[in-house]
Each structure stands twice: as C-alpha cells, then as structure tokens.
C-alpha cells in the first residue's frame, strides 16, 4: 500500500547516554490547507529511549487519500503539524536536559525521506 509516513525523532538521544528515557504522547496532524475541519490528526505515545528514538506512522495516510482529500497545498506540498507533551513525571532517568545535551526542544532534523 501507498501511504505517507510521519515520525517524531529524538534529536540526539543516543548521545544523551546510556538510562536516558523520555515518556511523551504526542499529534501528528495532516492539515487540509484550505478546510481545517478537514484535517486528519493522529495519536500515539512513546517512550524515548537511546534504543528507541523514533516513534510514528509507517501508513499514517494512503497517498491516493493525500491527493484526492485536497491535502496538497498550491505549491505541491503538504503540511504536517507536531504537537508533542513529554511526561516529565516518567523515565526522566539519566538527565538528558539542556545542561547533559546541549540541546532544548525539537530539533529539525532536515529529513524529508521520513515522509515516503
């Protein structure tokens, strides 16, 4: 099946060291450029970890769905939207904050291949 593939990547995770674990949930939400009613979010929840630092949708929407729906803006793009809540109450083992990574919040990855 054809389908668009969507996922969220812990930027730099393997670097944060051996116990460093993230619990979070998080949206991801194909957005009807010009119907916001039309747009198709997605749910899941992961818990991060430097063996594990992606987490999504292999089939998150049919291409034939992406096309006919109207998802594809006047440019020939489409726009996916993020909303992530990491838990901080669990797996926050191992630090893994700005201080231990040097890194704070989402991290643009520059992959566009995630989205097959």
Same mark, same amino acid.
């Given at each position: 099946m054809?389908?668009?593939? %969507?996922?969220?990547? /812990?930027?730099? %995770?393997?670097?944060?060291?051996? *116990?460093?674990?993230? %619990? /979070?949930s998080f949206t991801?939400?194909?957005? !009807? @450029?010009?119907? @916001?009613?039309?747009s198709l979010p997605k749910d899941a929840a !992961?818990?991060?970890?430097?063996s /594990?630092?992606?987490w999504g949708f292999t089939q998150f929407v049919p291409l034939a769905a992406v096309r006919a729906g109207g998802f594809v803006? /006047?440019?020939?793009? &489409?726009? &996916? !939207? %993020?909303?992530?809540?990491v838990d901080p109450a669990a797996g926050a083992g *191992?630090?893994?904050g700005r201080k231990e990574t040097?890194?704070?919040g989402l991290k643009n990855q520059g992959a566009p291949c995630y989205l097959n």
């Open positions: 054809d389908a668009l593939s %969507a996922y969220v990547n /812990a930027a730099d %995770a393997g670097e944060a060291g051996d *116990g460093w674990r993230r %619990a /979070a991801l939400t194909l957005v !009807h @450029p010009t119907d @916001p009613s039309r !992961h818990a991060f970890q430097a /594990a630092v992606d803006d /006047a440019a020939g793009g &489409i726009t &996916i !939207h %993020a909303r992530l809540r *191992g630090g893994g040097g890194c704070v």
